[in-house]
């Protein structure tokens, strides 16, 4: 029984891990409707730019002010010179935009910041807690407390802040939006801005637990399932996506696949995220969709 | 930019595409930072054409890039220490060029195809793709051109068999002399192999082919000496290893063996940490043995053990000679300097000086001169380091004594133990041999197989050593 | 007005650029064009290099009949699939078991057999989109990527119990000739590649074409009129992976001569959908141009790098620059020209022929 809760809090925790990367996704898909697939790398330039800046000696609050400074300008930056003038192009040539762009970040990255691999260190230990029942390591409840934090300030920012509202109402109706004179050129500037923010801090979360190296842009992989789970555009979605999918993922893999041998956690979340669908095709969260013939 | 540029513009663009493939190959030019006939020889004496090609089929970008830039970084500093101290092999300078290819398969092919010729009439020499799945889509190819692939500690375990293999060396180590040294190592920590009877041990593998290749061995060994074997399988490419950590933990083995690759290293190690088992007690591979594998873990990895043919360091003689001929002149490959004398950059090393001694060994054969794939084979397979060549080539402690022949292409099978301090990996064993002998019946099991489906005729070694 | 819009040229452009030949004779010079380029390509083994046979052409063709099957899937009738290198790596398999299993089977029916099981695999993970609709569905294609990529590494079966899980390719003979050289590994590349396009050419022109593209463009409207979209859908799924299929068998049997289950992954599904996106959605000619594309352009730039640039550059940094010069020009074609390079070239030959047929 104690196993079994060990496995579930361990599934629970890293489905927050997952949540943080899938975040990302959803700030700018409410806001331009494009699944951007180049937040994996997203994520990779924010860990090797914090990673680089603490090597050259940079304190640790100067170096995370310097790298939100830097993944703000690469968001918008990529707003103004990719998705701009895609802005009226088919969902499948934005999603290979998106490609393209993953492409350029990592080339990128990997030129101005070399190909070693680096350890990342926020001070925080991995170790387990052992005074509790079961084992839980700092490093997980420290992510999930940011995971908390970050959700609970990104549902203030959408409820209070005008810019907050304004991309609600993108997400809802463009044209509506435009028609009552939102400015979507900004807005989809802050989406994008708020999703280098998001990368960066999913980066240093994940950088701690596996180190900063060009794999961490394969996290990515796991936050489809969650985004399809929870649906694209809502973020009380993508939690409960990401918690179902981690959990989900290590129970079937702890209790099932050892009887099939093992290894069945890079298909489960997306078979779980089939069957999702097809009893509710747009997700547990997402909107509903209204087609007009 | 209007319409009719743009499409003028990718029409230019697709004719200089088919330009491209038309060109001829046989006077590929160099990509990147090979240097074509270097060295302080005047050029009166450095006849064109009096040359010693190695195509590089490198991997500098993606995710393996910290082992790929290492390993030919050290290989291309050797070659450069031959050409500068010696002046080439006997005379012959030794030239190079990289093609890059992420460690992906075509492009490793599309390297080979391409490379295969030759550079400005220098003949290809042996190819070194250090990647198990270009090796297996060269194999055929190389046979066929008669060009050998050399797949240093790795490839395909029965191409040891010479006889079915003619062109594919796993010099040094296959997989299965790992695995099996390692289960001599394990025993020896436990007081002989005698009282490995009734212990538990668990390998963790990376999931995939490479990963599980050495299961029916280790099922073997653990039926030999008496002990369980438990194989646990991350799936690629490992940064999540919670649920497989818990159930080591549920399992409580005494001995990790940690069958990794990539960013699985030091996840495990960390994941490890967390559920708290005992880090000097997981035994890393020879793909998890690196500086790249361990600095990611931070603290958690000080006491990780791991097998090695290639132990770290500047101490060695020949390293402190490419210091001094190459890395002073300003000529070494490394951009970060501080890279020089880890796994990766040993390893390569290691590499060249076997590819450079096969060349040596031919030249003595076939006389000082630029040599075909076909001549330097058999320099390969009539390598012969001991401990005098080794102390001679400034390599004792790093490269073990190494035979190869015909119907063994393997040669070595021995590996050093080193440990993490958290600066560095410190030697903590002198060369424990795999169990060879009992190895080589499976070895030929599956190597007479593959020639019965291919149709290919078992060489006889004792027949050609007469001629 | 942007430069997004799909509608092609009006018929007047058309007949400007033709009206200066008669009919008749136009008809003829055509008939003699295309068995002169049929000529051609049959005849190319003997005209250009191995390295050329064996490292651009084979390729480009695996890839251009695999942007095919994905085109049919994806561009004709509209669903979204990232699957393709599962389908491929489920035909390069089968293949090779029947090969191995049915002993003395033709390598041609050997291939039909991968296409086969690769067209069942493929409906199987089709199923979810009778009742899934838009870009939720790449989930089904992903579960089948990572499922099969799984399943070969995991059951011995498939690869014959090898340690490794590496299939080679048995030697390549086709009715008695011997295909093994470069030239006979690009016939064999060519026998199956032009008979599938002409057939799928075929295919998206008649009945079922036209179902496929009712329920790509207006799903809903399309049922209410009586087409039958459940089985349009699972059939484009069964007919794509087909070709997907035997695309993937000719990769591995004739152009790599081997494959592991790893090795036809996710990054190869994207290529595909790149070649068929780039060379253009819904056109025939488009997923050879794609593939063309795909395939040449890191060699140009390898060949334009260390041109500019002598022997002097690292060549990790060569090598990210050319990665970043790739991903930017993918952008700027999507930017320019969404519906693909066979767009591009058609426009260019209109404006060829405008050019040619001004008033002197």
Redesign the interface.
């Known amino acids: 029984m104690a196993?079994l809760l060990?496995?579930l809090i361990?599934?629970l925790l890293?489905g927050i891990?997952y949540t943080m990367v899938a975040l990302g996704f959803v700030l700018i898909y409410k806001a331009s409707g494009v699944f951007n697939f180049a937040q994996g790398a997203m994520v990779l330039f924010a860990a090797l730019t914090f990673v680089t800046l603490s090597e050259h000696g940079l304190a640790f609050p100067w170096a995370l002010a310097a790298s939100v400074a830097v993944m703000l300008a690469l968001g918008v930056t990529i707003e103004r010179v990719v998705l701009r003038p895609l802005v009226n192009a088919a969902p499948m040539a934005l999603f290979l935009a998106t490609l393209g762009l993953a492409f350029v970040l990592e080339?990128f990255a990997?030129l101005i910041y070399?190909?070693?691999?680096?350890?990342?260190?926020l001070g925080i230990?991995?170790?387990?807690i052992r005074s509790l029942p079961i084992?839980v390591?700092k490093l997980d409840l420290f992510a999930a407390g940011v995971a908390a934090a970050l959700v609970a300030a990104l549902g203030v920012l959408f409820q209070t802040t005008r810019a907050g509202v304004g991309l609600r109402a993108v997400a809802d109706d463009p044209v509506a939006a435009v028609a009552v004179g939102l400015d979507l050129q900004r807005l989809w500037a802050i989406a994008w801005g708020g999703a280098g923010v998001v990368a960066l801090v999913a980066g240093l979360l994940?950088g701690a637990?596996?180190?900063?190296?060009?794999?961490?842009s394969?996290?990515v992989l796991?936050a489809l399932p969650v985004l399809i789970i929870g649906g694209f555009s809502s973020i009380g979605g993508v939690i409960a996506g990401g918690l179902i999918v981690g959990a989900s993922?290590?129970l079937a893999?702890?209790y099932v696949?050892?009887h099939v041998?093992?290894?069945?956690?890079?298909w489960f979340p997306y078979v779980l995220a089939v069957g999702f669908l097809i009893a509710r095709p747009t997700g547990l969260f997402g909107e509903r969709l209204v087609e007009r013939v | 930019?209007s319409?009719?540029r743009?499409?003028?513009f990718?029409?230019v663009f697709?004719a200089?595409?088919?330009a491209?493939?038309?060109?001829?190959?046989t006077d590929a030019?160099?990509?990147?930072?090979?240097?074509?006939a270097a060295g302080g020889a005047s050029p009166a004496t450095v006849a064109a054409g009096n040359e010693q090609y190695f195509p590089l089929q490198?991997y500098?970008?993606?995710?393996y890039?910290?082992g790929g830039?290492g390993f030919f970084g050290g290989f291309i500093d050797y070659m450069q220490l031959v050409n500068i101290r010696d002046g080439g092999v006997n005379g012959v300078k030794l030239t190079w060029?990289?093609?890059?290819t992420?460690y992906?398969?075509?492009?490793g092919?599309?390297c080979y195809?391409?490379l295969k010729?030759g550079l400005n009439g220098a003949p290809v020499a042996a190819t070194n793709p250090l990647s198990?799945?270009i090796a297996?889509?060269t194999?055929?190819?190389q046979t066929a051109d008669k060009i050998p692939l050399i797949t240093i500690n790795h490839g395909?375990?029965d191409s040891t068999d010479g006889r079915v293999f003619p062109y594919v060396f796993p010099i040094s180590l296959n997989p299965y002399s790992e695995i099996s040294a390692i289960v001599n190592y394990i025993g020896q920590r436990e007081g002989g192999l005698d009282h490995l009877g009734g212990k538990k041990v668990a390998v963790l593998y990376h999931?995939?082919?490479?990963g599980?290749?050495t299961?029916?061995i280790a099922e073997l060994l653990a039926r030999k000496y008496g002990f369980t074997v438990t194989?646990?399988?991350?799936?690629?490419?490992g940064?999540?290893q919670?649920?497989?950590w818990?159930?080591i933990k549920?399992l409580a083995p005494n001995w990790i063996i940690l069958r990794g690759w990539?960013?699985m290293n030091?996840?495990a190690l960390?994941t490890a940490?967390?559920?708290?088992f005992p880090v000097d007690h997981i035994i890393g591979n020879i793909w998890s043995n690196s500086e790249?594998d361990v600095?990611?873990?931070?603290?958690?990895a000080i006491g990780y053990v791991a097998i090695t043919t290639h132990p770290s360091g500047r101490d060695f003689p020949v390293l402190k000679e490419v210091d001094k001929y190459v890395l002073s002149a300003g000529k070494g490959n490394m951009?970060?300097p501080k890279?020089v004398g880890t796994g990766y950059y040993n390893l390569g090393i290691n590499n060249g000086i076997l590819n450079v001694e096969a060349v040596r060994v031919a030249q003595a054969k076939y006389g000082n001169k630029p040599l075909t794939g076909e001549q330097v084979r058999w320099g390969f397979e009539h390598i012969n380091i001991d401990e005098k060549r080794l102390n001679e080539l400034g390599a004792a402690g790093l490269l073990q004594p190494i035979k190869l022949s015909c119907s063994d292409h393997e040669g070595g099978g021995a590996v050093r133990f080193v440990q993490w301090d958290g600066t560095q990996f410190k030697r903590i064993s002198d060369w424990v041999k795999a169990d060879r002998p009992l190895l080589r019946p499976i070895i030929e099991e599956?190597s007479t197989k593959y020639a019965k489906?291919?149709?290919i005729t078992v060489r006889d070694c004792d027949g050609e050593a007469q001629l | 007005m942007s430069?997004n819009a799909t509608a092609w040229p009006s018929s007047s452009d058309v007949n400007e650029a033709a009206a200066s030949t008669s009919r008749p004779l136009r008809q003829t010079l055509r008939i003699a064009a295309f068995i002169l380029c049929a000529g051609a390509v049959v005849s190319l083994p003997f005209l250009?290099?191995?390295?050329?046979l064996?490292?651009?052409l084979v390729?480009v063709l695996a890839l251009a009949l695999a942007g095919t099957g994905q085109n049919l899937v994806t561009g004709y009738a509209g669903q979204l699939s990232v699957g393709s290198a599962a389908f491929m790596s489920v035909g390069a398999f089968a293949t090779y078991d029947a090969h191995l299993h049915v002993p003395g089977i033709p390598l041609l029916a050997a291939f039909v057999c991968g296409g086969l099981a690769a067209a069942l695999t493929g409906v199987f993970f089709g199923l979810p989109s009778l009742r899934i609709r838009g870009f939720y569905l790449v989930v089904s294609t992903l579960a089948a990527q990572f499922f099969v990529e799984?399943l070969f590494?995991k059951v011995g079966w498939f690869s014959d119990y090898s340690?490794?899980?590496?299939i080679?390719a048995?030697?390549l003979a086709v009715a008695g000739f011997d295909l093994s050289s470069p030239g006979g590994h690009y016939w064999l590349s060519l026998l199956v590649v032009a008979p599938l396009v002409a057939l799928g050419r075929n295919l998206v022109r008649g009945r079922v074409g036209r179902a496929w593209m009712a329920v790509r463009d207006m799903e809903t409207a399309a049922a209410v009129v009586g087409v039958r979209t459940g089985r349009a859908k699972l059939l484009a799924f069964g007919v794509g992976s087909f070709y997907c299929g035997i695309a993937g068998a000719l990769w591995a049997f004739a152009?790599?001569?081997?494959v592991?289950?790893?090795?036809l992954d996710l990054?190869r599904s994207f290529q595909v959908l790149f070649i068929v996106i780039l060379g253009g959605l819904g056109s025939v000619a488009g997923p050879f141009?794609g593939a063309?594309?795909v395939i040449?352009?890191?060699?140009?730039l390898?060949?334009v790098?260390?041109?500019i640039v002598g022997?002097?550059?690292?060549?990790?940094l060569?090598?990210?620059v050319?990665?970043i010069v790739f991903g930017a020009l993918v952008i700027l074609?999507l930017i320019?020209?969404p519906a693909g390079?066979a767009r591009?070239?058609y426009?260019?030959s209109i404006?060829i022929g405008r050019w040619r047929a001004r008033p002197a």
């Open positions: 196993f060990e496995v361990g599934g890293a891990m080339g990997q070399g190909t070693q691999v680096h350890g990342l260190e230990s991995d170790a387990p084992e390591s994940w637990r596996v180190g900063v190296q060009f794999s961490l394969l996290v796991k993922e290590k893999e702890v696949g050892s041998g093992g290894g069945i956690e890079t | 930019m319409r009719s743009v499409s003028t990718f029409s697709g200089a595409l088919l491209t493939a038309c060109r001829s190959r030019s160099p990509v990147g930072g090979g240097t074509v490198s500098r970008v993606g995710p890039a910290a830039s060029s990289e093609c890059e992420e992906v398969v075509e492009r092919v599309e195809e391409r010729g198990v799945g297996y889509a194999i055929d190819r395909r375990t999931g995939s082919p490479y599980k290749e299961q029916p194989h646990i399988e991350v799936p690629h490419p940064t999540e919670e649920s497989q818990l159930q549920r990539g960013i030091p996840v960390k940490a967390k559920i708290g790249e600095i990611p873990a931070g603290p958690a951009s970060d890279r599956s489906e291919k149709g | 430069s250009v290099t191995d390295y050329v064996s490292a651009i390729p799984w590494t340690p490794s899980g590496v080679t048995p030697p152009y790599l001569g081997t592991e289950s790893h090795g990054d141009i063309a594309f040449l352009l890191p060699i140009l390898d060949q790098g260390s041109a022997g002097s550059v690292d060549p990790g060569l090598q990210n050319e990665k074609l320019k020209q390079m591009l070239f426009i260019a404006r």
